[in-house]
């Protein structure tokens, strides 16, 4: 995760992270919440629960700051989020492939209405997404 150096951002331990997710608290006047996510090709542990607990954490962010926004991006390999976003009232921003034909990286946030259009480009280095 990158942050401005003009932003002050504090980590934000989330019970139950066994995965790679880190959240973060933006201090901003309207309290942002980060996490940064990534679902390997190759894991060991059931798809569903890294799901429960990415709702999980949602729900305890909003029941502390109800008014909360709430932004989850990284690279997901095809792992199954429809569970997510309705569970947590979350919106995908990214619309078009990362990779090949695929959207394996996404942004998903609870305030879709604050963003502009997402547009991928092409890297300037190697990689396939």
Not at 66 to 90: E, F, R, W
């Amino acid at each position: 995760m990158l942050c401005r150096c003009d932003l002050k951002i504090e980590e934000m331990p989330m019970e139950g992270n066994q995965y790679e997710c880190l959240w973060a608290k933006v201090a901003t006047p309207n309290q942002d919440y980060v996490a940064s996510a990534y679902h390997p090709p190759s894991y060991d542990y059931c798809e569903t629960h890294f799901i429960g607990f990415l709702v999980n954490s949602c729900d305890s962010v909003l029941v502390s700051t109800p008014n909360a926004k709430l932004i989850t991006a990284g690279d997901v390999n095809q792992l199954n989020l429809k569970c997510l976003m309705q569970q947590s009232d979350l919106s995908q921003l990214v619309k078009s492939p990362t990779r090949k034909e695929k959207i394996l990286d996404v942004i998903l946030t609870n305030t879709p209405n604050l963003f502009g259009k997402v547009c991928c480009k092409k890297s300037l280095v190697q990689t396939d997404h």
